[in-house]
């Protein structure tokens, strides 16, 4: 019995023959510089999946380019600089930012646009004072601690072509908003906004962050080798950033390793895995592509949708 699917699956191998030029390049210093702390993958992750990957987005920004152009000498006006927006979903743990630097440093290499930024929708969580006061801080990165308008917002303004976008900066050491701080976006050739929350949507709004994507992925991997991703973070971070007397987190650096590992594990099921369940793993299927995880970090195979 055939199965019908929205997207065609590719494998690794498959995937990775569809780079044939030697155009792009990311130097081992500087790869293991856009990694993550705890991924173990290696080059051949660039040159099996990323090269194809930016060629494949790389077409697609040109193809919306073209769009754009006999759209508007339709209409008998100028075409307009817009800013193309790649959306990068996933779970904590999953390694979106990892995707989202990646994507940068080889994107930002083809002439076409050189420009690209990264926004994380970190920044637009509500400051803890916020949180505190509806009683929703042990439901941080849920869809309600966002401040969802002032991120549609922003989306909307880059979209336009305004020529200078602020967006909010949030400290993963103070584990807050940071005061008087914004990252300024000044019409990037390609924004990528990378967060947990960017493919949800919501019965309440007319409008979806989602709306202002040209292209979204999602990064996946199993639910044991996410909570297990998430505890070896954890155990790194409690040797190094929990050290900082002003890290919030603080207080976790003095725990044992047993201790440790045991705290971890009480976050991810108590607050991440349900977040996971509930908001972030039923979007995976508005993805235009899904990029799947083994156990090693490693991407298995590519579902792309048709």
Known sequence: MHIFSPYITIEREDWSSLYDQSRLAISPERFESLKGINERISMDEVE?????????INLQVAAAQQLR???????RKKADKVPYIIGIAGS??????????????????????????IVTTDGFLYPNRILEAKGIMNRKGF???YDTKR???FLTDVKAGQAEVHAPVYSHLSYDIVPD??????????????????LQVSREASVFVSDFFDFSIYVEAQDLDLEKWYVERFLLLRDTAFRDPTSYFHR????????????ARTIWRDINQ??????????????????SKDTDHRIRNIHLRK
Not at 48 to 56: E, F, G, M, Q, S
């Open 92 to 117: 904590v743990a999953a390694g979106k930012s990892t995707t989202a630097r990646l994507l940068q440093a080889l994107l930002s290499q083809y002439e076409e646009h050189p420009q690209v930024e």
């Open 274 to 291: 349900v977040n996971l369940n509930k908001n972030i793993l039923p979007t995976k299927g508005r993805a235009k592509l899904i990029l």
């Open 69 to 75: 152009a006999t759209t508007a000498s339709f209409l």
């Open 252 to 263: 976790y650096a003095a725990l044992t390793k047993k201790e440790a590992i045991n705290r």
């Open 151 to 153: 991120l549609i917002q």
């Open 181 to 198: 701080e914004t990252i300024k976006v000044e019409r990037p050739d390609i924004l990528i906004l990378e967060g947990i929350n960017v």
């Open 143 to 145: 869809p309600q601690s």
């Open 48 to 56: 099996d999946i990323y090269l194809p990957l930016t060629k494949l």
